[in-house]
Structures are given as C-alpha cells and as structure tokens.
C-alpha cells in the first residue's frame, strides 16, 4: 500500500488544455475512481501516473517519491488497459508468468505467484488454456492476474470492463472489489465511464469535467465518497453527471429569502427551498435540482401529464410535463398503475431541493432537513 499525490499537474497538447490545476492525493489503501465525460481527461491522467505520458507542469509523488523522471518501469504500478493484450500463443499460465521471466525471478517464485494469482482470480482450471479459448470475462482476468503477480504499489485500471456485456460487468465488477479487499486493500485507481461501477467500486470518486479551453479552470469538479457526490454536489455539473436518470432541473427565479430558507417562482408557482440564498439579490436567475426518486407522486399541489414510462421491473421512471418548465420531470414509481396521457398530482419537497446560482454553484442547504420551513411554505 502507498499513497499517490498529485500537485498541480497541467497537461496540455499544443495549445490545448486537457488537464488543468490538478491537486489530488489517494491515500494508502484506497480505491479511487476517476470519472467524467468524454474528453475529460480520465485515461490521460492515469497515463501521468504510470509514466506513459509526461505532465506539461506539476509533480507526482508515489510512496513519498516524486516519480516524473522515472520509466514505467521503475515506478512500481501495474497496468490493466481496456484491451487484454493478451499474447495469443501462450497459455494463460505463460501470460501471466512472460513480465517476472523479464524480472528474474526464480522459477519457483513465479509459478507461486502465478498459481497464488490464479486461484484468487478462479483461473487455476485455465491455467493451460490460449487466449483463444476463453471467453471475455476470462480473458479480462487473465490480464488483471498478469498485474497482480507483479506485486506492485499500485493498481492502475484503464476502462478494463467497457468490452464485455452487462451480465459480464457485473461479475467482474464483483471479483474486482472482492481482490482490492483479498489483496490487503491495496492502491488502486480505476477508469471508468460508468456510473454505476463508480459508485459501487470507490471509497473515493474523482469527477473530472471538460476544459474546453477553459483557462484557469481546475480539472476536478469534485472529490470525495459516491454518496457525499450523489446528495451534496457542489455545482450543477456534478449534480447532472451523477445519478441515472439526471437529477431533475428547474429554472426559476428568487423571490425572497430569510434564516429558514427561500421561495422561488418556477411558471408563476412558488416553490419554496431548504437553503441559505442570503447573498443573492432578489429576482436572481437560479436552477432548483430534485433527484426522480425525491419527488413525491400522488399528492401535493402540482400537476404533471405522464408523457413518457420506463418500466424496469421493481419500479418505473414517469416523464411528466408540468407547468414549471418545457423540460419533463423524472419521477420515480415504486409501483404504479399510471398509464401515457394520465395525470398525476405531486409535490417537491423543501429539504429535498437543491439551489444553485447563476454561476452553477450549490447553495448551502439549511441543517433543518425534516420539515418544510413553515414561514416559506405559507408564502
């Protein structure tokens, strides 16, 4: 186990920004996640990190040693790409055993880290078959192995389940988590474009956004837990990126605000709202969120017309255009007879309601989440 921290690293190719202000530190032990959308800079980060691309500023320590003149090679991390690399002519044994041949090792000492990794990875039946004859999943694991019987300081996962089908992911998913606690929770940080291996793999989540030529805008967007990302976002773009469906939003306008919370005006209805807008000016344009499964379906005082089901077994998304915007709200049914065309009374509650200005960035939600403010709600 180590840590690995980033300070200030900038990447930039030409005159384009990729990545930018990058301060970020993975402790020991710990299983990161970086995410974000398309050309966020994700794999290039964790190329700066193995040493497969150099940092256009910046430092990156790992194990208390900064790393940026050292090859791959001498920086102790392992690898697992999206594709599986694997070398068709070799048995899976011989795969996972061709890097320590290069490093020396003893013969004993490789078939007993070759064997050892097979067994925690369930290949030790497969251990004399090709690449050939395995299927996705396996070969997948075949090349996490070959990363595993390195013994490295840290794992460094690049998209490695993107190439195989949902029933697939799931498993892998569940044999990886399973080897970060096997292996002493060892240091791992993991690519991925996929929300749910995010939010169910990491102790922390590393969200990454665009640049877009944005100078002096950081990289990051926000660090910590899934579930500190998923109900306290701090911008609209972190609170629109995570959850799936999107966080509902709603474009209003501040009519006032005091110590127990705010009203805003969304379509000529006053909603009021669980957070603090003291610094903002009366009539202030702001964007109100609301997670689908936050919204209330079956009484309240807002109406919504269900254009749009999704069923999806133990419950349903119902797409409802309402008066507050020309954007449908998501809603969540736990179980529902609703039917296209039908209308459906709810409500959107106080505590539950994100804020956020102009800017994008999240008001500070009142501590009092358990009751609708009272002065508000008679606005």
Do not use: W
Not at 83 to 112: C, Q
Not at 128 to 139: D, H, T, V, W, Y
Not at 259 to 271: D, Q
Request: proline fraction near 6%; include cysteine.
């Amino acid at each position: 186990m180590c840590q690995i921290r980033l300070e200030n690293i900038q990447k930039r190719f030409g005159d384009n920004p990729i990545l930018a202000d990058i301060d970020l530190t993975v402790e020991a032990g710990e299983f990161c996640v970086f995410i974000g959308p398309s050309g966020c800079g994700k794999s290039t980060l964790l190329r700066l990190i193995a040493g497969l691309d150099d940092a256009s500023a910046g430092d990156i320590h790992i194990d208390g040693a900064r790393v940026n003149d050292l090859a791959p090679a001498k920086r102790d991390v392992a690898m697992v790409f999206q594709s599986y690399a694997l070398y068709p002519h070799m048995t899976v044994y011989d795969n996972m055993a061709f890097g320590l041949r290069h490093l020396k090792l003893g013969h004993d000492e490789i078939d007993r880290r070759v064997r050892a990794a097979a067994e925690s990875l369930h290949l030790a039946p497969l251990l004399e078959r090709k690449p050939g004859a395995l299927s996705g999943g396996q070969r997948q694991r075949v090349a996490i192995g070959r990363a595993i019987v390195r013994q490295p300081k840290v794992f460094l996962f690049d998209e490695p389940l993107s190439n195989l089908d949902a029933s697939l992911r799931v498993k892998t998913r569940v044999e990886i988590a399973r080897l970060h606690r096997a292996l002493g929770r060892a240091s791992m940080i993991y690519v991925t474009h996929d929300q749910v291996e995010a939010m169910t793999l990491a102790d922390k989540i590393v969200l990454l956004k665009p640049l877009a030529g944005q100078d002096g805008v950081p990289s990051i967007a926000q660090v910590g837990h899934p579930l500190e990302l998923y109900h306290n976002p701090r911008n609209r773009f972190v609170a629109g990126f995570i959850g799936s469906p999107s966080m509902n939003f709603i474009d209003a306008a501040l009519l006032n605000a005091n110590a127990e919370g705010l009203v805003c005006s969304a379509g000529g209805i006053s909603l009021p709202a669980a957070a603090d807008a003291t610094g903002l000016a009366s009539a202030s344009t702001v964007t109100l969120g609301i997670r689908p499964e936050h919204i209330v379906v079956g009484s309240g005082p807002l109406k919504g017309r269900v254009s749009h089901l999704e069923h999806l077994g133990e419950h349903s998304y119902a797409y409802l255009e309402t008066a507050l915007g020309t954007t449908p709200l998501v809603a969540k049914l736990s179980e529902s007879s609703a039917q296209i065309g039908d209308t459906l009374t709810f409500s959107l509650p106080a505590p539950r309601l994100h804020v956020f200005d102009g800017a994008g960035d999240a008001l500070p939600r009142l501590q009092r989440h358990d009751a609708t403010p009272a002065a508000l709600a008679t606005h």
